[in-house]
């Protein structure tokens, strides 16, 4: 006789999905942008994401530059895993049974293209100022009066409840200080992670409404919201960069093969989202070997033809930390 099939028993642990998160990003007329997935009507913007497939991805980096590629039609130069982001709502609605989604987050830089932005548009995929998202990160003009008319008074009548779960080192006073300066430490560029995460623990940013946290009706609008949490994986990626810019030359990544000294100036300063002073920046990057002269010049540049460099590779076996060091201007 043969024996009745067991039924099956629900799986007690939920289902839980591998995807890959790309902040990929390129310079156009000296300002930073990031590239925006196709998406549909009514929806936020996000950044390009995908699944990890093991059956035909070796690598996370191989599956990540493969439906980048079909999605936008763009081939990604420098690729760097930043974080693997997984908190409980990032892909989920109330009562969701669909696995959940853990998300890992890249970073990319990549070079214009001469038929870019054709290919992109194909695709539906659109280029975005990165500040559009993170408008108190850039200085570049300036510090930005959102943060003392807005940002400022709303963090400092906010009152975090404990949460164990999600412990953080410092009060909620000493936190803000790291983050934002004060007459005394100043402002620290790379902290843009940090300061995001306070804006949304805080309930001042659109993601938090989405996630159940209550928005005060009573504030401008920060910046505009992404699908997801793919605002949190942009601050990520910005904060990564701006660190990398002083160890790395990686700014050499997101210009083109001969540039001029005030091309090199304008992307680094808009990366950091600071100004530098000219003298200093130019004398820093001539004496430490960082780029040599082409012997050919520029006549792009509306005034006086510019002299154009070029980066020398071998300076990263010259010396530990070749990045790009400069003063506050």
């Known amino acids: 006789m043969e024996t009745p099939a067991t039924p099956a028993q629900p799986d007690p642990h939920p289902a839980v999905e591998v995807g890959l998160s790309a902040a990929i990003v390129s310079m156009a007329d000296g300002s930073p942008r990031v590239l925006i997935a196709p998406r549909r009507a009514g929806e936020p913007d996000g950044l390009p994401l995908g699944p990890f497939d093991p059956l035909h991805h070796r690598t996370f980096e191989m599956g990540l530059r493969s439906f980048v590629g079909e999605q936008t039609g763009l081939s990604l130069g420098y690729v760097e895993q930043l974080y693997t982001f997984g908190d409980r709502g990032r892909h989920r609605a109330h009562a969701d049974e669909a696995p959940h989604v853990v998300s890992v987050g890249y970073l990319a830089l990549t070079r214009p293209e001469p038929d870019e932005n054709e290919t992109i548009s194909a695709t539906g995929s659109r280029w975005r100022p990165f500040y559009h998202y993170l408008p108190w990160e850039d200085w570049r003009e300036g510090r930005p009066s959102v943060i003392d008319a807005t940002i400022l008074p709303a963090l400092r009548r906010f009152s ?16 803000l200080t790291l983050a934002f300066g004060n007459g005394t430490t100043g402002w620290d560029e790379e902290r843009a992670l940090d ?18 946290r209550a928005m005060p009706q ?45 091309q090199l100036q304008r992307t680094a300063e808009a990366i950091a989202g600071r100004p530098v002073h000219k003298q200093n920046f130019r004398r820093f990057v001539e004496t430490t070997g960082l780029v040599e002269p082409t012997g050919g010049v520029s006549a792009a540049t509306g005034g006086r033809p510019a002299a154009l460099f070029r980066f020398r590779p071998e300076v990263t076996r010259e010396r530990p930390s070749p990045g790009i060091r400069f003063g506050r201007g």
């Open 218 to 262: 009573s504030i401008e609008p920060l910046g505009a919201p992404m699908r997801f949490d793919h605002r949190r994986i942009l601050a990520t990626a910005i904060a990564r960069l701006r660190a990398k810019l002083k160890y790395r030359p990686v700014v050499f990544e997101l210009l083109e093969p001969e540039f001029t000294l005030g």
């Open 160 to 175: 975090p409840q404990p949460n164990p779960g999600r412990a953080r080192a410092g009060s909620w006073t000493e936190r």
């Open 195 to 212: 300061r995001y995460e306070m804006l949304y623990e805080a309930g001042l940013v659109e993601e938090a409404a989405r996630d159940g």
